[in-house]
């Protein structure tokens, strides 16, 4: 392996290494076919094999029901945001969103223009560093569906238990799917862009249950309707290729590493070391609420914005790469999705108790 940092973006993200080095040949030869992967036509028999193969490993590794569909689509996680209410919600139905960060705000305000939104909790007055119990709200009676996000990529926080409702759940997963091990059929619609903790950008998976399928209202564009791409297998158009293929190579790699079980216990090792250290002093101050904390990206404040600044340069000097917050709340992120070496984490916490001793508060 060439010299390789450890990279702490949220997204794009850190992939495995194999994944990479052996798309690297594929680009340039397909399984010696003489033409790249990325010249290969969608509609040949060795990338339908591709994307066939994607989607029987996440059947398997999320152990999705027979009466769900799965797709890949493109124009990213932020399309789902209103594709979701235009196919299932009109003008004079309800739809319960939690607002728990910047993605399920923006989906809320995507839902107001098809339908009636009932905003039933929102930790927007704590700058976003919890997400709620069930008994925090109630959803309506004549709700659709009860829409969250599992993990805010932003706030570092995430759903210890799947919401409990009566309604159907629809989330959007885009930075924890396939970390941990969810019953699926509780949700009627699962969705996630890629690059967080499956692939490249340029793929958005979506796992919806067939009677939905239906719902859609005739007066929407073919490409926005979940059934044009259910009913094709994903290829009405020319599906994102390259990115497909990244992802069955991921879900394979995951497979081999021994599946979302194994994934899950790897996750919450690795946070608890970074959150210890955290914890361990009052230099270091996590975001979220320790019980809201999510197992993928970690928040957290240095006792100034100045320190932070350094904390991020000095980081970034000694190869621990991405680790500044988000612009909309500043400090650091360390991002460590289900391909982030464990010594990763090793090095950083090494790293944050020689930086508390040699920049004293
Ligand atoms: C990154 C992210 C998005 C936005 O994804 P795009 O593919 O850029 O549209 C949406 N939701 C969550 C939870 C994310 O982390």
């Known amino acids: 392996m060439p010299e390789r940092i450890y990279n702490f973006s949220p997204g794009p993200a850190t992939l495995p290494y194999e994944v990479l080095e052996q798309a690297a040949k594929d ?12 010249e290969t036509s969608h509609r040949s028999k060795e990338f339908m094999a591709v994307i066939d193969e994607a989607e029987a490993l996440l059947r398997e590794l999320m152990e999705i029901p027979d009466n769900y569909k799965v797709l890949f689509l493109q124009g990213g996680a932020s399309s789902q945001f209103y594709m979701i209410p235009m196919n299932l919600l009109s003008k004079d139905q309800k739809a319960t969103y939690l607002n728990t960060g910047t993605w399920s705000k923006k989906s809320i305000k995507e839902a107001q223009l ?4 009932d905003v039933a909790y929102s930790s927007e007055e704590q700058s976003f560093n919890r997400v709620p119990e069930d008994s925090e709200y109630t959803v309506a009676d004549d709700s659709e569906y009860l829409y969250f996000v599992s993990n805010n990529t932003i706030y570092g926080t995430q759903f210890q238990q799947m919401p409990k409702s009566e309604k159907m759940l629809i989330s959007d997963m885009s930075s924890d799917i396939l970390s941990r091990k969810i019953d699926v059929s509780k949700f009627g619609l699962i969705f996630a862009g890629a690059q967080k903790n499956l692939g490249p950008a340029g793929v958005t998976l979506v796992i919806i249950r067939e009677d939905l399928l239906d719902r859609a209202p005739a007066a929407i564009p073919t490409m926005l309707k979940y059934k044009t791409h259910a009913d094709k297998g994903s290829m009405f158009n020319t599906p994102p290729t390259f990115p497909i293929y990244i992802v069955a190579h991921v879900l394979r790699w995951l497979k081999d590493k021994g599946g979302v079980v194994a994934m899950e216990e790897a996750n919450r090792e690795k946070a608890a070391l970074l959150y210890q250290a955290i914890d361990a002093t009052d230099y270091y101050r996590g975001h979220a609420e320790v019980a809201s904390r999510s197992n993928m990206n970690i928040s957290f404040n240095l006792p100034t914005a100045e320190l932070e600044q350094k904390f991020i340069a000095e980081a970034a000097a000694v190869g621990l790469s991405g ?10 992120r360390a991002s460590i999705y289900n391909a982030f070496p464990r010594e990763g984490v090793v090095k950083l916490v090494e790293f944050m108790q020689q930086f508390q001793a040699n920049n004293p508060a």
């Open 114 to 117: 098809f339908g009636k939104v």
């Open 27 to 38: 680009v340039v030869n397909f399984q010696d076919t003489g033409i790249g992967l990325i």
């Open 323 to 332: 680790l500044k917050g988000h612009r909309s709340i500043g400090g650091c």
